[in-house]
């Protein structure tokens, strides 16, 4: 029985099941790595960085890392007009899926991170990401009602929410509660 056990085990190992191992040194570089790319803004170089970091420890902070590199990516190829349109739609699914990568994480950490540290203004700034992160993927009612907490969290926040919370009404052709939030930004503006 032990030796069926030892056999299994081992082939387990070998196909790759189990996530490889790392010295504290190794782990110790990746996470100074993760930090240097993230930092320097190199969000595309940083993700599989990230990944392979988070699949060894799970922390909060790099999660937010990558959550937001894969939100401020710029190397998806960009859908153009002239591009034939499989080759177009090909390119909008591409970058829909990033976003919709981009708001699982931010789905999964930001309502950690409120729970934790109710207080911290900058829980703020990541339900307005995580927003962003659904406007785009075309989640809008999610994006709406994300862009609402995150003003209600910080005021600061409530023209960028406003304008965003019009856009999206508009979009979903809801134009009286888009005029009103139109007019909410305005006068927000001339009372400044």
């Known amino acids: 029985m032990a030796r069926i056990f030892i ?18 040194k190794e782990l110790k570089i990746l996470k100074l790595n993760c930090i240097d790319t993230y930092g320097q803004k190199k969000y595309p170089e940083s993700i599989p960085l990230l990944e392979k970091y988070l699949s060894f420890r799970d922390e909060v902070q790099f999660k937010i890392y990558l959550a937001k590199s894969i939100l401020f990516r710029k190397d ?11 080759l177009r739609e090909e390119k909008i699914h591409k970058v829909i899926e990033n976003y919709k990568k981009s708001e699982r994480v931010f789905s999964e950490v ?7 540290t109710p207080k911290d203004k900058t829980i ?8 962003l992160s659904n406007q785009f993927s075309e989640n809008k009612e999610k994006a709406i009602s994300l862009y ?25 052709g809801q134009i009286k509660d888009s005029q009103i939030y139109f007019q909410k ?3 927000s503006k001339e009372s400044n």
């Open 124 to 131: 703020s700034s990541l339900y307005f990401l995580w927003a």
């Open 7 to 24: 056999y299994i085990f081992s082939l387990l190992a070998a196909t790759g099941i189990f996530p490889d191992s790392i010295s504290k």
């Open 110 to 116: 930001v309502p950690y991170l409120e729970k934790v």
């Open 148 to 172: 609402k907490k995150a003003a209600l969290l910080n005021p600061e926040l409530n023209d960028a929410a406003n304008y965003n919370i019009a856009a999206l009404y508009e979009d979903l």
């Open 76 to 86: 998806l190829p960009e859908p153009k007009e002239e591009d034939e349109i499989f």
């Open 185 to 187: 930004t305005i006068h």
